[in-house]
């Protein structure tokens, strides 16, 4: 990593700017994410991905991508005007995901512009993405963990801070892009949290150049959630998001309220290690009922359709440039 980048940075990749209305990169989350919700997404002018492993077979991993392609392709052809923003499929690279040499070839079949890759560094992900000009954006949660996956190729970070939905981390936003921009200015996605326009301008302005969104998605007409899921999202703040490895052997943000319907004690929940992990074809289902989301529930008011969530987004991003434009310099 180049040293005191005093947070300069690199113009962005054109995949990760062009035909963007909104500097967001729409989050996979597990179960949630579907062909639908990335082609709204993507419609809408954000960029959308799920995660390769909802396709729930290595097979259907193809149908999936074909869903897709075709979709925002028929979009394009009706409305040639129209900003569509490329989409993303998340790998995870962890050593128990006995399915990733099949996603992979399956992924490279169909040059996906975009793969986010989680859990391990990209070493194995990066020559065969970049053979076909596609970028690789790898989660982190650690300084340590960016310097390995900058080493291995990756062409820019998601730096998954405190409060973010899923596997977060622990370090505040303002910590990591200071001192990441100190060391590095190329692409980095600031995800913890961020769930209205003005979060996304703070991000921009801290120096990250697109934020990633899951937990607003959620409560969305095309989420793959069921009603009292987006219900609890619309009703939770962030005192109702618990913090724990318990439920995949890596820590996570849940809503307290699943767990106790699930019969469990949100305040006395055993402890695990990482070694309990497991994201292989035969891992257990039986916490599909737990559910996650990030500490910004806070500020989520309703559930609506992507296009509307998206147009908010823009709306309020707008008033946050026009505020800090107007009332932005010390008097």
């Not at 946050?320 to 932005?328: F, I, P, Q, S, Y």
């Amino acid at each position: 990593m180049s040293a005191d980048m005093h947070g300069a940075r690199r113009s962005l990749p054109s995949l990760l700017a062009r035909d963007l209305v909104l500097p967001v990169l729409c989050s996979p989350m597990f179960i949630i994410s579907t062909p639908e919700m990335v082609v709204a997404q993507c419609v809408s002018g954000v960029i959308g991905s799920f995660p390769a492993l909802n396709a729930r077979a290595p097979e259907a991993l193809d149908g999936w991508l074909t869903r897709i392609e075709t979709a925002l392709a028929e979009a394009k052809a009706r409305d040639p005007a129209r900003p569509i923003a490329p989409f993303a499929v998340n790998l995870i690279l962890h050593s128990s995901n006995d399915r990733l040499d099949d996603d992979m070839e399956t992924i490279v079949a169909h040059q996906v512009p975009i793969v986010i890759t989680s859990l391990r560094a990209p070493d194995r992900v990066v020559e065969r993405v970049h053979s076909y000009g596609g970028l690789v954006l790898h989660d982190v949660t650690t300084m340590r963990h960016a310097e390995k996956a900058l080493e291995a190729g990756a062409d820019g970070l998601v730096l998954v801070c405190t409060g973010a939905g899923g596997h977060a981390g622990r370090l505040s936003p303002f910590a990591f892009v200071g001192e990441m921009r100190r060391r590095y200015d190329g692409p980095l996605v600031l995800a913890g949290a961020i769930t209205h326009g003005g979060d996304v301008a703070a991000a921009r302005a801290m120096g990250a150049d697109l934020a990633y969104i899951g937990t607003r998605f959620i409560a969305s007409d095309e989420a793959n959630a069921p009603p009292a899921y987006k219900t609890m999202i619309v009703e939770s703040g962030a005192g109702d998001v618990l913090y724990t490895p318990y439920f995949t052997g890596i820590p996570g943000n849940y809503l307290k309220p699943s767990i106790r319907a699930a019969g469990l004690n949100p305040d006395a929940l055993p402890d695990v290690t990482n070694d309990q992990a497991n994201f292989g074809s035969g891992r257990t289902k039986a916490w599909r009922d737990i559910w996650g989301a990030g500490q910004g529930v806070g500020a989520i008011g309703s559930v609506a359709s992507v296009a509307d969530i998206v147009a908010a987004l823009r709306e309020e991003f707008a008033a946050a440039a026009r505020e800090l434009r107007t009332n932005g310099t010390p008097r």
